[in-house]
């Protein structure tokens, strides 16, 4: 099982404002980025001329492991797919709700990889790969390993600096819940009134505001 007091990675549907949950967090992540500098090959010359030709986004590469077995001798394992992995898959899927403005066609959502309030990468999926390695008597798949490839859309360093404690980026607020946490208490150290924990609510869709789960990043309304 995950360790329950450590604050878990969300993958976040920017454009539904919906959280997929990571099972247990990554073991390890890496960051690759790549310039272009083609070259101006010059007769006599021993290194030929280089030009900056721009930089390519940066990538997020990371393991995602899922497990559905630990059910399994309560008689309650589930399909590692319809519990976890579906949700991924889905982010990778067209939504014709997004419209280009230039050719009118749908495209998948905008993502962001969030963990805890230390840093968060505002993305596309560029790359999601499934392997099922475990399996139930009648071929239901229980465990899964997900390798992603987040994708760069926004360059970090023309961004205005954020407050350190909404661990945001691109304007976006965002609060990860602590242990014991409540909106009230929430709203009332972001922006000193106990009153805004509705607009929380609502902007979060969320239906139980009485019991917050420690971890969860929640998006708080800008003023």
């Given at each position: 099982m995950a360790n329950s007091s450590l604050v878990q990675a969300v993958i976040v549907n920017v454009e539904a404002n919906e959280q997929i949950s990571c099972f247990f967090n990554p073991?390890?992540?890496t960051?690759?980025?790549?310039?272009s500098?083609?070259?101006d090959q010059k007769t006599g010359a021993n290194v030929p001329q280089m030009t900056f030709g721009g930089g390519q986004p940066a990538t997020l590469q990371m393991e995602l492991f899922?497990?559905?077995y630990a059910d399994a001798d309560r008689g309650q394992a589930k399909d590692v797919r319809k519990e976890y992995t579906d949700k991924l898959w889905k982010l990778m899927i067209v939504d014709e709700s997004l419209k280009d403005k230039k050719n009118k066609k749908g495209r998948p959502p905008t993502v962001r990889f969030q963990w805890g309030s230390a840093w968060s990468f505002n993305a596309v999926i560029s790359s999601l790969s499934q392997k099922?390695?475990?399996?139930?008597?009648d071929g239901t798949p229980v465990r899964a390993t997900v390798a992603v490839t987040f994708q760069q859309i926004k360059d970090?360093?023309?961004l205005a600096a954020q407050n350190p404690t909404s661990g945001?980026?691109?304007g976006d607020r965002l609060w990860t819940v602590g242990e014991g946490e409540t909106l009230a208490w929430i709203a009332y150290k972001e922006y000193g009134d106990t009153s805004r924990w509705r607009s929380i609510a609502d902007l979060n869709h969320l239906t139980d505001v009485r019991e917050l789960i420690p971890g969860t990043v929640l998006v708080l309304p800008n003023g």
């Open positions: 073991k390890e992540y960051f690759a980025k790549q310039n500098w083609p070259t899922f497990d559905t099922f390695t475990l399996f139930l008597s970090e360093t023309q945001g980026v691109g």
